[in-house]
């Protein structure tokens, strides 16, 4: 793990992605070797230095600069604040609210907040939507659980992974949409709606006109368009 917060840093600091490419097992070589020790002992010769003769290695006489990869602890901070430059601060707020609000909840059940777990995020949404939050706030409160796996150095959480948790949304969506909560229903502009514009513009004069004129580019224009 310390080795993916220093590719983080990396990746971060210099704008580079780097992604993964599947390579047939019997088209990589490379692993083979390293099961069997061969590279390494190509690489690390027991001896410090070898002669070139020797195929692999240090060429004799060469010193050997390589060293063992040591993560500095200064480094930590510096992931860290790179990560968090990531989002803006207006995020980074909502985040920690939400954070707060869940380490809470695991106190009062006696429950260690990280790793998050399917069986602690699901009664968890649960709670939340009985406080009345709507599944576009439970998406905040996931996206600051999965920052908070991802500052702790843990694995991102793949929320599409837990199948009971995508359930779980999508019977409360349906609710909602039962209950009347998604809000009013916009019907769309028929002709008698412009008919009945029409004739109480009727008597307007000149305004009257021009409100008409506009309604009838907006019906004839934007509105059926869309």
Known sequence: MPL????????????????????KGVDYEIADDLS??????ALFHAGGGCSTSGGAGIPAGTADHRQPLVVRAGLEADVDAAINRSISERTRRRYAAAWERYRT?????????????????????????????????????LAALRMAHIMAGLRALVWSEMGRLGQLRKGLIQKSMVDGEKGLVRNPIRWFHMQTLREAWRGDGDRGCMLWAAACMCFFGCLRAG
């Open 4 to 23: 993916l917060r220093c590719l983080a840093l990396v990746e971060a600091t210099l704008s580079l992605s780097v992604r993964a490419v599947h390579i």
């Open 36 to 41: 069997r020790d061969r590279m390494v002992k």
């Open 105 to 141: 909840w695991c106190e009062g059940l006696e429950e260690d907040p990280l790793p998050v777990t399917e069986e602690k995020i699901v009664p968890y949404v649960m709670s939340l939507a009985k406080d009345g939050q709507k599944d576009g706030a439970v998406k905040y409160h």
